[in-house]
């Protein structure tokens, strides 16, 4: 009996092919397949008048591969559809068993966590059928996506100089100039500090009475120094015995801030870094997935994974070392269909693999890695000691820690640093009075909440419940893309276009765009997944809200004047005008569409070398895309054109020469040099 399974990566079909035995096999759908067409009113793709149903037609590009996954159906006896095991991946088998004609009783849905010859095999024992409540859940929010996206954009784009608005998106940038308005407004306030500096350690004035003291200006520090002596009273010494706790596995957003952090990868890098983990790494031996699946809001680790890694944290360090579980309390709109995190097995350490990855793969490895095992080990004891000193009704405050059970931190030190700070042992003193060195006043000011880092922005999302682990990655790179943001010391900074656009959403769809409706409606989402709730409903209700506030919009927005840069259209008269592209800001007649003129800027214009078709010149262009070629000034009368880069003549047969891999080489006759 032939059998077909379908996934989603080509990489991750050659690693499960190697599973499988005889009679399977695996192909890829690379994606999605079908999508939304842009047809119907306002292009949305979905009858709003007719329960919202969605029109899909095949995604560009896909028509060929669908052909040829039909025949690889025709030719199965059965097919095993395992797309990966969240909503969209749920949503992607059906619309394979839709476009592909599978039958009902002709397929199987398979999901897995991690891609292991085990958990391949105990997924096709234990099958199901495609889950209707996920796909309608999914299907739901592609279509609110679609609705707010195409009607905010169009929006946009013809009253303002954004480009895009989108549902999380949109919310997502208010928090970025929120927290710019919230710096540009922060007004400072001075205070001070007092510090008694001894010779082994240093105690802060933090009491005056008995009372919380705060110094704000530089007369009351100087009154304060002025009551003081150098000699203190020993008052009080208190030494506890505490434990630090490990942190869970990762989830997606933890790893995307961690990595953030500690290795500098933005989101968008750590996710497709992650993907090739989880899809499979080439060993040698064997081709397996690494990591369990990296888009997950769950911290929940599998009793087998626990037993594994127990078993090994005894043998390696001992039985002291071994902990229990470190999972978080699960918080609302937290998905638990699958675990955190984590390797797939805790006895594929970084070190025995590294010579299997790049280095970029083997940061992010280890970093998974060291926090899955760290999370199964013993928590850290300390011994904290405070002492309190006393000076005219001052108290100072002495405070140290001393690590004396390493515990977890044996192996997750490098990411999370103990510093001791020790005290002396007041007890040996031969009095209660000591005498400090001097004492020394500070003036500081207040400071506002820093500006969003990548990291810090995706806890923000994540805290206030507006979008999921999948989408966090997209919507930064989104804002970077239509130029809303820029950064500045890997902080974001909202950009002029970024800040109108928030303000014009605000000024018309403050009930729409704003944290508590986005999170609500995730929270709709997941209730439309469990089955609890009527899709079709939540969208009525949506629309019949959204669309009038858009009419409105259109109707009363102010349109914003482009620019004019005080010269005159050359082909029809017309000011010229400054408009916002993909890729930047350029110079174009404003009497557009009648008239397309667009100025090109000689700055832009790279000359490479003399075309060899024409007397014109080879220059850098870009395509719509923005992929960099190179072809001849002279287009369309000439169409010299090249991928790679022009250099120079070949002096043995004078054809011309291009850059390629470090080298300089002729197509025609071989020869080459190097660069």
Known sequence: MSKLMIVESPHKSKTIAQFLGKGYKVVSSKGHIMDLATSGKFGLGVDVENDFAPTYIPISGKKKLITELKKEVKNADFVYLATDPDREGEAISWHLKEALGIKEDNYERVTFNEITKKVVEDALNNPRKIDDNLVKSQETRRILDRIIGFRLSKLMQSKTG???????????????????????????????????????????LEKYMG??????????????????????????????????????????????????SKLNYPSSKTMRIAQKLYEG??????SVGLITYMRTDSERVSPEFVAETKEYIEKKYGKEYVGSVKVAKKKENVQDAHEGIRPTSILRTPESIKNYLTTEEYKLYDMIYTRALASIMASAGLLNTSAILENNGYEFKATGSVLQFDGYLKVYGRFEEQKDVILPDFANYKSDIIIADKILKEQHFTKPEPRYTEGSLIKEMEALGIGRPSTYAPIIQTLKDRAYVTMEEKRFVPTEIGIETTDKLQEFFSNIVNVEYTANMESELDEIAEGDLNNIQVLKEFYNTFEPMVEDAFKNMEKKEAEKVGEDCPACGSPLVKRRGKYGEFVACSNYPNCKYVKKDPKSIVEVMECPKCDGKIIEKKTKRGKVFYGCNNYPKCDFASWDKPVKKCPQCGEMMVLKKKQILCSICGYIEEE
């Open 162 to 204: 954004g480009k895009s608005a989108g549902r999380v998106q949109s919310v997502a940038l208010k928090l970025i100039v929120d927290r710019e308005r919230a710096i540009l407004a922060f007004v400072p306030k001075e205070y001070w500090t007092i510090t008694a500096d001894f010779k082994d350690f240093t105690a802060d």
């Open 211 to 260: 009372k919380k003291i705060e110094i704000h200006g530089e007369k009351e520090a100087d009154d304060i120094l002025n009551s003081l002596s150098n000699a203190f009273k020993i008052s009080k010494v208190e030494s506890k015995k505490t434990t630090r706790s490990s942190k869970p596995i990762f989830k997606t957003t933890t790893l995307q801030q961690m990595a953030s």
């Open 281 to 286: 790494v080439d060993l040698g031996s064997e």
